[in-house]
Structures are given as C-alpha cells and as structure tokens.
C-alpha cells in the first residue's frame, strides 16, 4: 500500500511562485515514479510532470516546460516529491494532486493506481 499526502497550495498572484509537497510511504513505493496531474474545475484531470524513482529522468506537459520543475528527495523509507511553479498563469488554477504509478512515460490519470487527496492553487489575474 502506498500513501501520499500533499501540501503547499494556496493562492498566489499572477506571475508568482508556488511549492508543492507530496510526501510518500509505502512498501511498494521503490518501484513507482511520481507524479503531478491537476484538474481544473469542468475539466478532466491533466498530467502536469513525472519523475523516476531514482530522481534520473523528468517529463512535462508541453503547458508548463520551462515553468514547473519536478524533483524529489530521499528519506529512509519514504519519498517527497516537489513541484515548484513559477511564473504562475490564472489557467493554472486546479486542484493540483500527486500519484504514483508504474513509469513516467505514463499520462493518463487511469494509469495511476495511488492518489493523494489534492491540494488547491489558485492563481488570481
């Protein structure tokens, strides 16, 4: 079983700066890479950036290169994974989540078997 709980959404102005957390436990963790998807309301969920287990290989939505950067960070038996936002856009307003799922090549939600409950960032024009 694995867990994921997020943390660091908020409301920030246009053009700022955001910092996401997904801390991450669980027996089967090793073998999953991370992900950021987010859904706006009416919409269905997006695939935002992934990143390997071993931290070695990264991919983006074409909607946030050169903006978001995913990265993580190792703990004993667990994992964090950070999304750092910058130059933020109202259309990047969504209840952004975390998952893990079988390989970063993977972008659909289906594809991803563990959820963490969602974080809010809200970006005001």
């Known amino acids: 079983q694995v867990q994921l709980v997020e943390s660091g959404g908020g409301l920030v102005q246009a053009g700022g700066s955001l910092r996401l957390s997904c801390a991450a436990s669980g027996r089967t963790l090793r073998w999953l890479s991370m992900g950021w998807f987010r859904q706006a309301p009416g919409k269905e969920r997006e695939f935002v950036a992934a990143?390997?287990?071993?931290?070695?290989?990264?991919?983006?939505a074409d909607s946030v290169k050169e903006r978001f950067t995913i990265s993580s960070a190792h703990g004993n038996d667990d994992l964090t994974t950070f999304l750092q936002m910058n130059s933020l856009k109202p259309e990047d307003t969504a209840v952004y989540y975390c998952a893990a799922g079988p390989d970063i090549t993977y972008t659909n939600a289906y594809e991803y078997p563990y959820w963490g409950q969602g974080t809010q960032v809200t970006v005001s024009s």
């Open positions: 990143i390997t287990w071993t931290g070695g290989r990264t991919r983006y």
